[in-house]
């Protein structure tokens, strides 16, 4: 498949609009539209649109597709290779390099940066977002390199950086986190803060987002460390911490190209098309059953889903012109965690018995607020008898299950890669023991909101589990451990 890479000029524009203008304009040998020294209120910003590029790009392609929130039309082809589980060395070089030359790179020279200036709200702020990335990065890989790697451009250069453990870098990670944490906040100037895209320099917020990962990252190794996840899970109720209970998020896109949601510039801007994305039967049938309304928000047009896997179903079978085209606009933010995640994880951890409060609340809630993205009512969904009522009296599973589905629902298109990570560690939704289509028909067995095998899968009915390693790192890294398959789990996905 040709790929259609994105160059976001948006990165530059950032930089300028922090460069000033001094009394030497005149002099020719001066750009006025380039900074000679790199500074935090740069890197930053930097740092996080790349970021948000490929969290919002084709990554949430990807966990759009393995959550099964679409499958590509039988009228194009442009990403089979992911409806059927054939993901190639060579597919995803480009994102692993600008999220460790761009993104995690700015990231570390902000950190440096802030760190020689004393500045402790860009440290915390680049700090946070730097163990997002590398959490991306190992919950999608497994070992990455970690402790030698962004060192190009050190005074002892390391072009072939070790392959960490991927438990060992969580741990650092969640070290790092603690120690960005407990720093005293520096006050910041007006272009500091307005170089903070994401809160605008409200420290008590990155306080709250950096509680906000440590509990996501607990949560993520609840099966195969428990006893370290409560462990840690308990200590932050106890410190009194509050998480998030906004969105930490990318919320200035503009109908613009360059300046547009990532994946809209690459999937509809770029191929001059948006119909490759069509709506998952595995999402409709479950909205549908539900009368959901946030079923016509998903929807962009069409009467009909596609079965997962689709798209050698012959046209006169299902008419592509009446398939469901999953929305997309230019203007989609591209969450980083969501004020839903946020309520969703700390349900979980008190229903597990890790956190102190009232997890039907904030059940409620995050459901309430994943209406109110598109002016929906929530309120009879989650009433007594009501189709996501929360089952108080149940189970620690029966709960999960209630918990991972309203996030499977909210996470549609817009969290995708978060929530494929979140069925790789839960087992939720599950998987049905019948297709969605079978003799060239839908089929009436097939209950919505379980996980059905790709109709052209090529991996024996093993759904995937992560990324392959990119080719580049195969050829240029001495001291690559070898390659892996998609079918292979990573470290904590051992329920």
Not at 227 to 247: H, P, V
Request: aromatic share 14%.
């Amino acid at each position: 498949m040709k790929k259609i890479k994105i160059l976001y000029a948006v990165l530059l524009s950032i930089a300028l609009l922090f460069t000033g203008c001094t009394k030497d304009w005149l002099d020719v040998n001066d750009d006025p539209n380039k900074t000679t020294v790199a500074t935090p209120e740069l890197t930053f910003p930097s740092g996080v649109m790349a970021l948000a590029a490929n969290v919002g790009g084709y990554y949430n392609l990807i966990g759009g597709f393995w959550s099964q929130y679409w499958s590509q039309s039988n009228s194009a082809n442009q990403y089979k290779f992911l409806d059927q589980y054939q993901v190639q060395s060579g597919d995803f070089n480009t994102e692993w390099r600008e999220m460790y030359a761009a993104s995690l790179s700015d990231l570390n020279y902000t950190i440096v940066e802030a760190e020689k200036l004393g500045n402790n709200s860009y440290l915390l702020m680049a700090t946070v977002m730097q163990v997002y990335g590398y959490q991306l990065m190992v919950d999608l890989y497994g070992d990455v390199p970690y402790f030698d790697a962004l060192q190009g451009d050190a005074d002892v250069q390391n072009f072939n950086p070790a392959f960490d453990d991927g438990q060992a870098v969580y741990d650092d990670l969640m070290a790092r986190l603690d120690a960005a944490l407990a720093l005293v906040p520096t006050q910041l100037t007006e272009a500091q803060e307005n170089a903070d895209l994401i809160f605008g320099g409200d420290m008590d917020e990155w306080v709250k987002l950096g509680n906000t990962l440590k509990l996501k990252m607990y949560m993520r190794q609840m099966y195969v460390r428990p006893s370290l996840a409560q462990t840690g899970i308990e200590a932050l109720y106890n410190s009194g911490a509050e998480f998030i209970a906004q969105d930490a998020a990318i919320t200035s896109y503009i109908n613009q190209e360059y300046k547009d949601n990532p994946l809209y510039a690459s999937n509809v801007r770029k191929l001059n098309v948006g119909t490759n994305l069509r709506v998952s039967a595995t999402l409709f049938r479950y909205l549908e059953g539900n009368s959901d309304p946030r079923i016509d928000h998903y929807v962009g047009s069409g009467t009909n889903p596609m079965p997962q896997g689709g798209f050698n179903i012959p046209t006169p079978q299902l008419d592509p012109t009446t398939v469901c085209v999953f929305a997309q606009s230019a203007t989609d933010p591209v969450y980083f965690i969501s004020e839903i995640e946020s309520y969703l994880l700390q349900a979980e951890a008190i229903a597990a018995g890790w956190g102190t409060g009232d997890d039907k609340a904030l059940y409620d809630a995050a459901i309430t607020a994943s209406f109110a993205r598109y002016g929906e009512g929530a309120s009879s969904f989650i009433a007594a008898g009501g189709a996501y009522e929360y089952p108080t009296a149940g189970t620690f599973e029966q709960k999960q299950e209630a918990i991972m589905m309203a996030k499977w629902v909210a996470f549609a298109g817009s969290q995708s890669i978060e929530m494929f990570f979140e069925t790789n560690r839960t087992h939720y939704p599950t998987v049905s023991n019948v297709p969605s289509w079978a003799a060239g028909a839908y089929n009436d067995s097939y209950v919505g909101g379980q996980l059905t095998y790709s109709l052209e899968g090529l991996t024996g009915g093993d759904f995937p589990n992560r990324l392959i390693y990119p080719q580049d790192e195969v050829n240029l890294n001495t001291n690559f451990p070898g390659q892996t398959k998609v079918t292979d789990k990573i470290w904590w996905d051992t329920k």
